[in-house]
């Protein structure tokens, strides 16, 4: 009889507990879907069968090609011990307000050197007020045998694409280059051209350096030592790459911006693993970026070959080329090249080429029409300087047009890419 009578009263709470359980479930249910932070987009997203990309390297893409009227350039100009007042006269010869640059003094010149640098970068009033001239403060240590080179070139031109704004073509110099052209002649010629262009010399016949360069390993004492010395070798050999070619040319080149992310952004790998195999490859910048440019469908068919250099080497050639002087004068003039090299320290033909060619002022720098607004004023900034397109192109505008126009109007220029 105890039982009986204990049924009805379990079914008098059971009925309300189920029916409490459902309204809770709707209730918590609808408040789900209905909240702020769940969308319909979520919903779809969370049965797609290929849901997104976890990698970030899928999200990068190519910066736009800029559409302003007047390109803009990104400098490298780098040095060593001694070159501290070459560089500096080089990169007054060089600037012009709408360019980017980097100046790098390696790990090899004294600090007392490298301070005398950065405070003139600091201090000069033109880049003072306009803010576009930056030192590589964290110098490299750099040797021209070994892939060190190559890293601080990378290294610069991260620093520009990260701090430098927009900007078109990168430009690699040393302390020992100098320019033939003006910057006005130089960006009035590049007005014209594609901007996709890539000016880097190079060839897949790469002949002796197949056996002296490519088949030996060398390490490069630059990458893990605080002194400089020279590469030393490893008795093994090993075989030339079989997933992608070699090729080769000169270490000067004017390279597009497109090209300099791809190389630092890598997001298909062939630059780091191409950069890998020739940390250990005699003279690397010799070859490093002409092979990852002429391995990538992206950037093949965008080589100009030409490295926009006049340079005179000796027969046979060594490893490094003459410096000039005043007799080489009117051969680099009938070069039509925009930059020159090897010069050594205030050679007169500087001089020659600064006041012939460049009708460069007492102070070192082109009067270029911006130039005329800056004055003597050191409180004028980038905003103030309104003019930086207003160009006054020379007879170095005509060498360059002519050189340039050769190159792009040859008969085999589409057929010729990375051969």
Aim: aromatic share 12%; proline share 7%.
């Amino acid at each position: 009889m105890e039982t009986s009578n204990k049924l009805p009263k379990k079914r008098k709470w059971f009925i309300p507990l189920v029916f409490s359980l459902l309204l809770t479930t709707l209730v918590v249910f609808v408040s789900i879907f209905t909240s702020p932070h769940f969308s319909s987009s979520q919903l779809h997203r969370a049965h797609l069968k290929n849901p997104i990309p976890r990698f970030v390297e899928s999200k990068l893409t190519i910066s736009k090609i800029s559409s302003d009227p007047v390109p803009r350039l990104a400098y490298l100009i780098s040095g060593s011990t001694g070159d501290g007042k070459s560089l500096m006269r080089a990169l007054k010869a060089l600037y012009h307000p709408r360019n980017q640059y980097a100046v790098h003094l390696d790990l090899e010149a004294p600090a007392a050197e490298r301070l005398e640098l950065a405070n003139f970068v600091k201090n000069e009033p033109i880049f003072k007020s306009v803010g576009n001239v930056r030192m590589v403060l964290r110098a490299n240590l750099v040797t021209y045998r070994g892939p060190t080179m190559v890293t601080n070139t990378l290294h610069a031109a991260a620093i520009l694409l990260k701090d430098g704004g927009d900007w078109d073509w990168f430009i690699n110099l040393s302390a020992s280059d100098y320019p033939l052209v003006t910057q006005d002649d130089l960006l009035h010629t590049l007005i014209s051209i594609p901007r996709t262009l890539n000016f880097i010399e190079h060839t897949s016949d790469i002949g002796w350096k197949e056996y002296q360069r490519a088949k030996p390993v060398i390490i490069d004492p630059g990458l893990y030592s605080l002194r400089k010395s020279d590469v030393f070798w490893v008795s093994e050999k090993r075989s030339v790459p079989t997933a992608y070619k070699l090729f080769t040319g000169s270490a000067w080149m004017m390279l597009s911006r497109p090209f300099m992310e791809y190389c630092l952004w890598g997001w298909d790998n062939l630059p780091r693993v191409v950069l890998m195999y020739y940390g250990n490859f005699l003279s690397s910048p010799e070859g490093y970026f002409h092979t990852v440019i002429c391995n990538a469908d992206e950037f093949r068919n965008t080589t100009v070959n030409h490295d926009l250099h006049f340079i005179s080497w000796d027969n046979p050639p060594k490893q490094h080329p003459h410096f000039l002087n005043l007799d080489d004068f009117q051969s680099m003039a009938d070069s039509n090249a925009p930059f020159a090299r090897k010069f050594g320290h205030d050679d007169p033909v500087l001089d020659k080429i600064d006041s012939d060619l460049l009708g460069c002022n007492a102070d070192g720098y082109f009067p270029g029409s911006w130039f005329d607004s800056f004055g003597n004023s050191s409180t004028l900034s980038m905003q103030d300087i309104t003019n930086t397109t207003d160009l006054r192109p020379g007879p170095g505008a005509e060498r360059l047009t002519h050189l340039i126009n050769g190159l792009l109007t040859a008969p085999d220029f589409e057929t010729t890419h990375c051969v």
